[in-house]
């Protein structure tokens, strides 16, 4: 493995931690303790709920993205140098 493929590899790993770490800090310290909508409301419990998986949804999704292009770039990196005549 060459050195760029190595360094992209290291920063998209390190991305996928941090990211990670951001939305667990995110999630335990400000997003579940916080009320968005009051207690009181018909629906406020069910809406704040929804509104704090939505939240992790999102920091999910972002994770699946970063990991999708690192696989994409190992499998299309490893299919192209199959194809290359010797």
Known sequence: MNHKALAYQVLIFS???A???VG???LSRI???SRLFEQS???GRILDAGIKALAALCLS?????LWDRQVRF???RKKARAEMPT
Do not use: D, N
Not at 61 to 65: A, D, E, P, S, T
């Open 15 to 17: 991305a996928q931690w």
């Open 19 to 21: 990211l990670m770490l």
């Open 24 to 26: 667990l800090g995110l």
């Open 31 to 33: 997003i579940a303790p």
């Open 41 to 43: 409301m018909p629906f």
């Open 61 to 65: 999704v972002i994770w699946l993205f």
């Open 74 to 76: 190992l499998f299309y």
